[in-house]
């Protein structure tokens, strides 16, 4: 089955709140965190950009990406979320492309300053975080992020930490 699958930054307060409604149905409704815990304060930081995911116009999905918390720090991706019946339709995978572009363009362009040291070195890479939650590591190995050995506890679900390094834009997401 096929569709028209489109991944934009969220620009008002009716994507926010479609943004949010797949969360609660994903987080909350299907794997039990409590509400309290699936939204927090960082959904209102100013350099908190969330992200809808859409299919044939109808949104299916969403992400927020977490400012680095100083020049050089990784930028972290988090509460990424595909509606069941879309699933399996590459709607997470354009979500983490569309994530990193923008975490590329915000370096490339200044907006999340890189480090003294990257900047004494030349170095041109963008480091990305995330906390995976098992059942999905292997949906982020595929995606190219090196998954810690180390397991916690978050909201009552196993999660293990995971990191990728981009030395350029995300292919064929450029713009
Ligand atoms: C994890 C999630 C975001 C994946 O979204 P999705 O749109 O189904 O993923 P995609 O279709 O882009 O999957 C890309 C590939 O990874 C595979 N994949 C997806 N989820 C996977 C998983 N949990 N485990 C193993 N492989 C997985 C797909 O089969 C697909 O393989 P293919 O390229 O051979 O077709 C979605 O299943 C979801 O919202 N789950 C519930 C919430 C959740 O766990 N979020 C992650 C929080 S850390």
Do not use: C, N
Request: glycine share 10%; charged share 25%.
């Amino acid at each position: 089955m096929s569709g028209a699958l489109a991944v934009e930054v969220v620009t008002s307060p009716e994507q926010l709140d479609a943004a949010f409604a797949i969360r609660v149905t994903v987080f909350v409704g299907e794997q039990h965190v409590p509400l309290e815990l699936e939204k927090d304060a960082d959904d209102a930081e100013p350099g908190t950009v969330h992200f809808l995911a859409f299919l044939d116009g109808t949104p299916v999905g969403a992400a927020r990406l977490l400012a680095p918390p100083a020049p050089g720090a990784a930028a972290h991706i988090g509460r990424v979320a595909v509606l069941a019946h879309a699933r399996g339709r590459h709607v997470g995978t354009a979500l983490m492309r569309a994530l990193e572009a923008e975490t590329w363009r915000r370096h490339a362009e200044g907006v999340w300053p890189r480090s003294e040291r990257d900047e004494a070195s030349g170095t041109d890479s963008v480091r990305i975080e995330l906390s995976a939650q098992e059942t999905a590591v292997a949906f982020y190995q595929r995606l190219g992020y090196v998954v810690g050995g180390r397991r916690y506890l978050d909201a009552g679900i196993w999660h293990r930490d995971a990191v990728r390094t981009l030395t350029g834009p995300p292919s064929g997401l450029e713009g």
